[in-house]
Structures are given as C-alpha cells and as structure tokens.
C-alpha cells in the first residue's frame, strides 16, 4: 500500500490543534515558586523571626530602637534568598535542557517521504513506522504489519509480548518487541491511553540523587548538634548579656552553623556537571548519573558501534573461493550471494540517504553496485524479524514470474545448520561434512582478520511454512567495521584508572578477540554465550574472576546474566542498544545506550545515551563525574571546616571569656557565612579535574562523601583554625575591644580563604586554574573592605583596621596556611580514606 501521510502544512495546523504529544507535568516549577521556596526554609524563617524579634524589642519600655539591626538582618537574608533562586534556577533549567535533549523520535511519512521527528511534533492523522526497538510515539491503528509483536507492560503490567494484526490498536509508550508495522496516529498527548491514566495521578516526585539524600541526612545529623550547641550557648548567654543579645547571637550562630545550602549546591554542581558531559556527547538523563558514573569500577561494553566505528564496508566475498569484493569475479553463486544480501534486507532510503541497520546498510551498497536490477524484480511476501536469539532472518520473496524464493542471512554458524544443500559451480548439490568444515573454516579466518562474517542461503518454496529449514547454503560476505582511533587510549586510561573493561558481543570470538587485540583489551580468554549457558552462577563468577574479558555470541539474556554476578561487588556500567537490552541496561548501576544506532527503548531505559555510540565517550564521562565527585568533596570539606571554627568560636567565647557583649555580632556572623558560604564555595563546584583522576582506583562501594579521612581533616583543621581565630583576638586586643573584634571579623573572613588554599595544595591545583573562584574570592575581600573603609562600618560596629591590625591577620594567614598544610599531610599519611 502506498502511504503518503500529511503534507507538512496540514501537520503545523494539527500541532496547533492538538498541542505537543507530551505527556503533560501537573506541576511545573516557576520562577515565582522557586523564589518563594527560598524564604520557606526553617534557617530562613528563623533569620526573618530574629529580624521580627529585633524589631519588636525595640518597642519594650527602656530598650532603643533596632530598625538597623533589623533592615540589616533582612538585607541578608534578602541576598541569601536572591543567591539560592540563582542556584536552583540555573539547576532546574539545566535539568529541562538535559531533558529536551533526551527527548524521543519518531518515523513518520510527510509529503510522501519518510522523515525522523521528534516525537512531541507527532500529530493524529500521521503515518508511523514501526520497528523492533521503537517506543511507539502516539495511539494508532495498524495499516501494515510484519509479525508484529509490542510489549505493553507499560500499561498493563503483562511483561509476555502481544501479537498484533492489521486493524489493531497500539498505544503511546509501548514498545516494538519484534516485527514491523506501519501505523496510522489515532491520539496524541493526553488523549492517549497514558495520558488518560497520567491526568488521574498526581505526578511522581523526581528521585532525589544519592548525594541530596546523604547531604540532607548530614544536614539533620548537623542541625541536631547545632541546637544542643546553641542551647548551650543561649544559657551562658542569659547568664552574661541581655535576652536580645543572647537570643540574636544563638539564631545567628544556628545560621553560620548549619549549611543549609548543601543540597542545592550539590544539585546545581550535578546539573552543570551535567550539562558539560552532554557537550561531551554524553546525554545525561538522571542527575544521579554524574555522580555514579565516576564510580563506576567495571564498564561492559558492546562491540559493534562502540569500540568499532559500525561503518560498515563489505571487502571480502567467498562462495567456494575467497575474493576480493572491489574486484569481483562474476559467477552464478557471486550473482545469488549479493542478491540475498539485497533482497534479505531493511534498509530505507531516502534520496541518497540510507536508513537502517550498517551491516545491513553495506550488503545492499554492493548489491546495488552489481546486481540492482536484479534485486528491484522482487517483491516481499512475507518476513521472519531478525532478533538476537536466533541471529539470522528470512525474507519470502516473489519474483517476475510468480516464483516464491525464500533468502535467509545470520551467523554463518547459526545459518549452516538449516542448511542440507550447497550452491556450487551453479548447480544445488547435497551438503557433506566436509563443505561445512571448509566453509566454518574461512569463516574462522575472516573473523581472526578482525572482519565481522555473515552467511547466506536460499530456496524455494511453494508455501510459507517452515521457510527456514532445508536451506540451500551459498556463501559468505565479510565486512571491515575498524575500532573508533581513540579506543585504545581510552582502555589504557581505563587500566590505570582501575577500571575493569568487560567486551560483549553478539558476534563470532575469533572477531571479537581480534578486535580486543587492536584496542588493547586484555583477556585470559573468551567465553561464548553456549559456554555461559552451561555455567552455573558460581563457575560464572569464578571465570570472571580469573580475568575473561571477552564474551562472544551471547544475547541479551546472557548479558543481563554476567551483570547481576558483577553487580554483587562492583558498581557497573553496561551499554545497549537493542529492545532485549533495555533490561540490563535499566538494572545497572549506569545503563548506557547508544544514540545512533540505539533503539528508543534503550534509550528510555538508559541513564545515559551517547550521542557519537564512541566508547572513548564513556571514559571522558568517568572523568567528569570524578571531577564533580572530587569538587563536591572539597566544598563539603571547605564548608564544615569553617562552620566548625565559627561555632567553637562563639561557643568557647560565651562559655569562657568575660566580654559585655559576645565576640562576635550577630549582623557580623550573618555576613560572614554570606560572604563566604556564597560565591567562594560555589566556585569550588567548577575545579577543574586534578591531573592524576585517571590514575586512581574507583572509590569503593559505598563510600560516603564525608569519609574518616574528610572528618579528621574537618575537626584537625577546624580546631586549628579555632585556635588561630583566637590568638588574633587577643594579639589584637590591646588595641581596644572595637579593633580586635574587627580585626576577629575580618580574619575569620580571610582564615576561610586560606582553607580554600590548603584544599587547592592537597588537589595538586594552581590558583590560576579556577577563574571563577578567583572572581569569587575577590569580589567577598572586595565587599569586606568596602564595609570596613566606608560609612557602612557603622552599621556592622567595626572599625577601620590600621597596619598593626593588617600585620596581625597577615601573620594569622601564614601560619595558619602552613599549619593546614601539616595536618593535612599527616592525615593523608596516617589515616585511610
């Protein structure tokens, strides 16, 4: 039948119409609600009932008036507000990018032709076509089909494929188990079976990513700490100072204390990170995945299309002698072994444009180059589907004269087995033993040469039952697919990364080993997947333990196998392509499709898609997650490291000095934890990735963020620096109480940034490497000395410093940079991460 579809004027119109075929959010997040969310904090609402306090006190009989206090305490918490929007903002819409990009496509035939859009541009009155592997785009009824089988578990649960016939219905988010259709669009969007059922569900919250749940958990375990700290605080407090005094400077110490910004950025540090890999040609799907990824101790990985660059170019021929396929010695078996790989064929094309499977793309290009009249003569009658278990497929064909021929192609070892008879010298004589050793033999020897082997036979019929027995064998075709350049490299980055790379494949070992060679994969061996069938779980896990790295002609059932006993011990990323992966994908610790010649329920069950198929591209992604792992680290340790000092800081001052006022203000701890808990630790979330990243082990399985090591760094230094604080205090008390608090306030300030150099030292990073945190830091010094030289001072009750004051919070500065260097090298020395 010949399907025309819409013109792509009346399909605009219909857009229009119908709207997007999107599954609609029930709750899509503004701007205005993400402003909003900033003030509903319990650390915000808590600023706002101080500013209230504040204002209020000023109100009771004898006390003066605190407008100032109070404007300044909700300019603060103002900023604070203003810079947590920018964050989640910048996050949400880096998620939405992230998420566009991942978007689905359909085929569709518009003004006659067959063109690939995205699938939300999908109208009612479309013609779709269907094949194994497509997530069906919309609700439609069948026009065409060939064995057409969909998996519907989507929506009813039922994992066993459904057989459909023409005048059947298939419904939006299913997917092409096996076969072919073409389809007609009934609805879209939600009008479809989905979206009727999605419209009575609230939408699902997104999954919070491992890092926002261990840093809420610490966030808890820090507010908990924090309030027997304060409370602690407060009663020394009433003892000392008046009930303003102590209950501002126990809400403004809960401030500096907490890191209530943790999880956003964490969420915006993923995000950026995320986008970064997508310009890599990694399309993130999960925020999760950045942080997983980096982890990753095992990559799996296919051959086809992913080591090797899938550009297919048939370069050798045999039928009973082997030949050269750019100069071909024509005979009647050449003749019928180009026109099976023509006719037993699904490539589309479309003008000069191919479409389809490259395996399949180069047998019809040589087909075409010799015999394309010949192949245009037939018409099809009937399809058996390729699919990975069975590894051939069949076509029935009609020729001019009403002749029904069947041509079949697979696996040569596969496809011999249905044959009892040989094409040969142009008559049809028995097939001996001895022919299917020659022919198994050259099949060896093309694969040992790193070419990927098929098989082709033929006969009539003149029914179509049992079309793929009693088959007449006519020879083989060998094709060139050589590794991407950079896979070698990245294998070598891989082994002193301590990353274990793990090739399966669908095609022959002798290939597959070859192949392994050319790239630099080590393996004791290879395991075909009849070999794997026979194992039990624990020879399976023994094998893989004694290094077998290449596991050839196994399907995707055998694949889902090695990843479970994989998984028991390591974190593993697995790569797909094909429908029958998405199961192994969807269960790794990074599922992984492939963006060109991945299927879209690969797609939709992967974490992660590459966009140029390049196995390289998953060594680059490790490299970026390793970076975002290690920079969350660092502003964790730079963030807890001076919440520490300030809390010891107040605590210690309250308990054990005699002041009429605390040691610090609590205006001046708000703009403290501003200034430094702001920009600077922000910055710290785009470091560069350290030289050696690569030329370390994956950090162990469950492995926290705050490991032993980072807690005896956050409570070695932050005693250290507790320490320091206090020497200024005093050095620069003579100098009257105005001037060492000032002094205090602005060498905490500095004491801070010098953290950020010490962390800088232990990464083996130059200042220079991070233009961003140099903007920061300048810019928080910059704000410091415009409160310090300005009429701003008063409102901070600060004075200007003089150069006694700078030398003291100079010395401050060398002394506490070398000692953190110290502690950090006997930690590093002595304590395991």
């Known amino acids: ?167 059947d219905e298939v419904f939006k988010n299913t997917y092409v188990y096996v076969g072919e259709a073409i389809a007609k669009v009934e609805k879209t969007g939600m009008q479809t079976r989905i979206g009727q059922i999605a419209s009575k569900l609230q939408e699902i919250e997104e999954e919070k990513t491992p890092f926002q749940d261990e840093m809420a958990k610490l966030s808890k375990k820090l507010v908990y700490l924090t309030i027997g700290i304060i409370l602690v605080t407060l009663v020394f407090s009433v003892i000392k100072y008046d009930l303003y005094q102590s209950l501002l400077t126990s809400i403004s110490l809960a401030v500096a204390a907490i890191p209530e910004g943790l999880p956003a950025v964490v969420t915006l540090s993923l995000a950026l990170g995320a986008s970064i890999m997508a310009k890599e040609n990694s399309l993130v799907r999960k925020l999760s995945t950045v942080e997983s990824i980096g982890a990753v101790d095992v990559i799996c990985t296919d051959k086809t299309g992913t080591i090797t660059k899938n550009e297919m170019t048939v370069v050798k021929l045999y039928t009973n002698i082997e030949m050269d396929a750019r100069r071909v010695e024509f005979s009647e078996e050449v003749k019928q072994l180009l026109l099976c790989g023509g006719v037993c064929n699904d490539v589309e094309k479309a003008g000069d444009k191919y479409i389809g499977d490259p395996t399949e793309i180069a047998l019809l290009k040589i087909a075409e180059k010799y015999v394309d009249d010949e192949v245009k003569e037939y018409s099809r009658v009937d399809e058996i589907p390729f699919s990975s278990e069975r590894k051939m497929m069949s076509v029935v064909v009609k020729d001019k004269r009403g002749k029904l021929i069947v041509y079949s192609k697979g696996a040569p070892e596969v496809l011999i087995k249905k044959c009892d008879r040989i094409f040969i010298d142009g008559k049809i004589k028995k097939m001996t033993t001895k022919d299917k050793r020659k022919i198994l033999q050259q099949n060896k020897k093309f694969a040992s040469e790193g070419l990927r082997v098929l098989g082709f036979a033929f006969k009539g019929t003149k029914s179509l039952k049992n079309v793929e027995s009693k088959l007449v064998w006519i020879g083989l075709q060998a094709m060139i697919d050589p590794p991407h350049p950079e896979v070698k490299d990245a294998i070598a980055q891989c082994k002193s990364a301590g990353i274990r790379v793990i090739m399966i494949t669908g095609d022959s070992p002798i290939t597959a080993q ?320």
Request: without cysteine; charged residues 20%.
């Open 514 to 833: 070859a192949i392994a060679r050319q790239v630099g994969l080590e393996s004791n061996g290879v395991i075909t997947g009849d070999e794997l069938k026979e194992m039990n779980d624990k020879e399976l896990e023994r094998t893989l333990r004694d290094n077998y790295n290449i596991f050839a002609r196994v399907d995707p059932f055998h694949k889902l196998r090695i990843l479970e006993i994989l998984r028991k011990k390591n974190r593993v990323a697995m790569t797909g392509d094909g429908a029958n992966d998405a199961l192994a994908i969807k269960r790794a610790d990074v599922g992984i499709a492939m963006g060109i010649n991945g299927t879209e329920v690969a797609k939709q069950a992967s974490d992660m898609i590459l966009l140029d198929d390049n196995f390289a591209t998953i060594v680059t992604a490790v490299k970026e997650g390793r970076r975002i792992f290690d920079n969350i680290r660092s502003f964790v340790n730079y963030l807890l490291t001076s919440n520490t000092a300030e809390v010891m800081l107040v605590l210690l001052a309250t308990v054990f000095l005699s002041l009429k006022e605390p040691i610090l203000l609590p205006v001046q701890l708000l703009w403290i934890n501003l200034l430094t808990d702001g920009l600077p630790a922000l910055a710290l979330g785009v470091e560069p990735a350290r030289k050696d990243v690569m030329k370390e082990p994956p950090r162990k399985k469950g492995e926290p963020i705050l490991n032993k090591r980072l807690m005896w760094l956050i409570g070695a230094i932050g005693a250290k620096k507790t320490g320091m604080i206090f020497l200024t205090f005093f050095l620069a008390l003579p100098f009257g109480i105005d001037a060492a608090r000032t002094t205090l306030f602005t060498g905490i300030i500095l004491y801070e940034f010098v953290r950020i150099g010490a962390i800088k030292y232990m990464n083996k990073q130059s200042w220079l490497s991070n233009k961003w945190l140099l903007g920061a830091l300048f810019t928080s010094i910059g704000l410091q000395m415009a409160i310090l030289y300005t009429p701003l001072n008063k409102y901070f009750h600060i004075v200007p410093l003089g150069v006694t004051e700078w030398g003291i919070i100079t010395f401050g500065v060398v002394v506490g940079y070398i000692s953190a260097i110290i502690i950090t090298k006997l930690i590093i020395k002595y304590v395991k991460g």
């Open 1 to 167: 039948m010949n399907h025309k579809g819409l013109t792509t004027k009346e399909a605009q119109l219909l857009l229009k119409k119908y709207g997007p075929n999107e599954i609609k959010r029930t709750k899509k997040v503004s701007p205005v609600k993400i402003f909003v969310s900033q003030f509903t904090s319990p650390i915000i609402l808590l600023l706002i009932a101080a500013a209230v306090i504040s204002f209020s006190l000023g109100f009771l009989p004898g006390q003066e008036p605190r407008t100032i206090d109070t404007v300044l305490i909700l300019v603060i918490v103002f900023a604070s507000g203003i810079a947590g929007f920018i964050q989640d903002y910048k996050a949400e819409k880096a998620v939405a990018a992230l998420q566009k990009m991942a978007q689905p496509k359909a085929r569709v035939i518009r003004d006659g032709k067959q063109m690939e859009i995205p699938s939300s541009e999908v109208v009612p009155g479309d013609i779709v076509i269907l094949a194994a592997g497509d997530v069906i785009p919309a609700d439609a009824v069948i026009l065409e089909t060939i064995k057409l089988e969909v998996n519907e578990s989507s929506l009813t649960g039922e994992s066993k494929a459904v057989s459909k016939k023409v005048g």
